[in-house]
């Protein structure tokens, strides 16, 4: 047997393991059970791979973790996130020209160390999202602007978000990208 994909987490106050394995050859189960008891969630058998780790998806937003309170860090990054936000919509809103290039520009942070799932509820919390990006080997988390813009003025938003989040004290840099 050889998990394709795997996860453990917390659902409803208890650890479980959300798994699809390949069984046998040409036979794939999908699996969400307890790992305490090892009592099952729900399964899906599959001649396919590809259906095996659809199920999982599936799985995965059927039985979702359970959400932390943010605390420490990650409740003042959400803070700190929104100030910034609201920042870079005043600068849109302050010369909402969009001429120029389509782009998808957005600030980014380096946040060594920090765990992933607790910097995307931060982002979510706070109105975006994120996503990664490695820069020269270094994990940094991007968070798109709050916009309807797609050129110049999405720019002047995510440059201001940028210099918001430089100025609470985060290594924050601009990610540029056209479209």
């Known amino acids: 047997m050889a998990s394709i994909k795997h996860e453990e987490y ?32 729900d399964s899906k058998t599959t001649n396919s791979k590809e259906v095996a780790l659809a199920a999982f998806d599936t799985f995965r937003k059927a039985y979702p973790p359970d959400v932390e309170n943010l605390t420490g860090r990650y409740a ?14 005043e600068a849109e809103a302050a010369d909402p020209e969009d001429g120029g290039t389509c782009n998808f520009d957005s600030a980014a942070l ?10 995307e509820q931060a982002a979510k919390e706070a109105g975006t999202f994120c996503s990664d990006w490695i820069l020269f080997g270094q994990k940094h988390f991007v968070f798109p602007p709050i916009t309807h813009a797609q050129a110049n003025a999405r720019s002047r938003n995510a440059e201001a978000v940028t210099a918001a989040l430089k ?5 924050a840099i601009d990610y540029c990208q056209m479209d």
């Open 10 to 41: 917390t659902y409803q106050g208890r650890r479980v393991i959300l798994d699809a394995a390949e069984i046998y050859p040409g036979k794939f189960e999908t699996m969400i059970f307890r790992s305490s008891d090892g009592e099952e969630i």
């Open 76 to 89: 003042k990054l959400r803070d700190d996130l929104r100030k910034a936000l609201a920042a870079g919509i």
């Open 110 to 119: 380096y946040l060594p160390r920090w765990n992933a799932r607790k910097v």
């Open 167 to 171: 100025a609470m004290g985060y290594e």
